[in-house]
C-alpha cells in the first residue's frame, strides 16, 4: 500500500525552541487510526528571505534533550489517549 498524506494525521504537536526562529518539532503522528507514533523533527528554520527551510532532526543540543524530557509524560499521556495539559515548552 502506497502512503497517502490524506490518511497521516497529526495528533498533538510541540515546539522545541523559538518558534519564531530555529526550533524542533515533537509530533504525535497516527496513520490511517492506527498506532500512534512519536515523530522527532524536522527542524525548522528561517532563510535569510524570510523562507521556511527543513532539516532532518539529526543530534540535539542538552537542552532540546532537556525539553524533551520535561514533555515525555505529556507524550505518553497523549499516546495511551489520556489528556495532561502542561505548561508550554521553552
Keep these: 500500500m502506497a502512503f497517502n498524506k490524506a490518511l497521516d494525521k497529526e495528533v498533538r504537536g510541540w515546539v522545541i525552541g523559538n518558534p519564531e526562529d530555529r526550533h524542533l518539532r515533537i509530533s ?3 496513520y ?8 522527532i523533527g524536522p527542524r525548522v528554520y528561517f532563510r535569510a528571505n524570510g523562507a521556511e527551510g527543513f532539516a532532518k532532526a539529526g543530534r540535539l543540543t542538552i537542552d532540546e534533550v532537556k525539553a524533551l524530557v520535561d514533555i515525555t509524560p505529556e507524550i505518553e499521556g497523549t499516546m495511551a489517549g489520556h489528556t495532561i495539559v502542561m505548561p508550554a515548552i521553552r
Design 28 to 30: 504525535v503522528m497516527q
Design 32 to 39: 490511517n487510526g492506527g498506532e500512534m507514533k512519536l515523530q
